[in-house]
């Protein structure tokens, strides 16, 4: 059974451009999230889609932004990025999002460095 | 609010023998889960264990076990016979009923085996 794929796996921008990173579940689980990792702020929560539909969102600007498509692929877009957007985005992957289960994996991430 | 702490930044362990990574946690959700991930220097974020709150007994996977002491707020994770490979990152994370794959993160700990 196939993980979670993340891509691209690395990429480089440059300040103001965008970026638009892909994930595409295990078979099967419908609800996708997206987290953000930095050395200064650590893992943070970024926004789940479950069925197409933002379910849950954290504390972002609204330079990210994301959708999830309907065989459960999502996208995430940051606009007009600047250097602090320098991170591993990591997506997560679950059957239902049942928040009692412990069903959630991740993939390997795509670390985007911004110049 | 939640709320993960970890309080060990990095960890030895002689290979072979047990180790314990600390993590505890606030939270003024009645029903919770707590997770622990493994993070090679890939990137890669693994799930090893998983605890309900309302789980009556600790939770187990193979080398992995999950302390559990709820009146204490604590999930603390025993890994018994260390391995080179069990050298990473090592993350608590806690997710919660405002969100069904909202999780928290602690700030890890890095853990390193020695032959």
């Known amino acids: 059974k196939a993980g979670v794929t993340q891509t691209p796996r690395y990429l480089i921008k440059t300040r103001g451009q965008q970026v638009t990173l892909s994930c595409s579940p295990i078979s099967g689980h419908r609800s996708v999230s997206w987290y953000q990792q930095t050395p200064g702020q650590g893992l943070q929560f970024l926004f789940e889609?479950?069925?197409?539909?933002?379910?849950n969102k954290g504390n972002f600007p609204g330079r990210f932004s994301g959708r999830q498509f309907s065989n459960s692929r999502s996208e995430m877009n940051v606009s007009t990025l600047e250097l602090g957007d320098s991170a591993l985005y990591l997506c997560a992957s679950s059957l239902e999002g049942h928040r009692n289960t412990g069903e959630l994996f991740f993939g390997e991430g795509s670390r985007l460095t911004v110049l | 609010a939640q709320k993960i702490t970890q309080t060990q930044p990095g960890m030895f362990v002689q290979e072979k023998e047990a180790v314990t990574l600390d993590c505890t946690y606030d939270t003024s959700d009645p029903s919770y889960g707590l997770f622990w991930y493994k993070q090679p220097s890939s990137g890669e974020m693994i799930f090893l264990i998983y605890q309900g709150s309302y789980d009556q007994q600790n939770a187990t996977e193979g080398r992995y076990s999950l302390n559990f002491q709820k009146a204490r707020k604590s999930a603390n994770l025993v890994i018994s016979a260390s391995q080179l490979g069990d050298s990473a990152m090592y993350f608590c994370?806690?997710?919660?009923?405002?969100?069904?794959?909202?999780?928290?993160f602690g700030t890890g700990t890095r853990l390193t085996v020695i032959p």
């Open positions: 994370a806690m997710r919660g009923l405002t969100g069904a794959n909202n999780l928290f």
């Open positions: 889609y479950f069925s197409e539909t933002q379910r």
